[in-house]
Nanobody
Framework: QLLLVESGGGLVQPGGSLRLSCAAPTFTLDYYAIGWFRQTPGKEREVISCVSSSGRTTNYVDSVKGRFTISRDNAKNTVYLQMNSLKPEDTAVYYC??????????????????WGQGTQVTVSS
């Protein structure tokens, strides 16, 4: 279901930064692990990061480790993806997704139930 709203995408030069936000206008994210995904034309959507319900556990795929940081502010009911040192290959539509959890964990292979429409990130000079 499309219940999440991503924002913060745009055009940025290589080496630049963007911060994406993921919000849930109609429900609280306190009990959900959140994953960030991206998709480019002709490719399947890939998971790149996730954060547990409390924010204490995070995971990243190797291609973004050291450059991207996932975090959350449950008081604001918002999850963030800080993207630094952006590369042209980071160009994609970025999605967030929520998975109800009973433990404060996240997994890159977790099945996610609620999605957003996505926000376009373009890295180009």
């Amino acid at each position: 279901q499309l219940l999440l709203v991503e924002s913060g995408g745009g055009l940025v030069q290589p080496g630049g930064s963007l911060r994406l936000s993921c919000a849930a206008p109609t429900f609280t994210l306190d009990y959900y692990a959140i994953g960030w995904f991206r998709q480019t034309p002709g490719k399947e959507r890939e998971v790149i990061s996730c954060v547990s319900s409390s924010g204490r556990t995070t995971n990243y795929v190797d291609s973004v480790k050291g450059r991207f940081t996932i975090s959350r502010d449950n008081a604001k009911n918002t999850v963030y993806l800080q993207m630094n040192s952006l590369k042209p290959e980071d160009t994609a539509v970025y999605y967030c997704a929520a998975a109800l959890t009973v433990q404060d964990v996240c997994n890159l292979q977790w099945p996610y139930d609620y999605w957003g429409q996505g926000t376009q990130v373009t890295v180009s000079s």
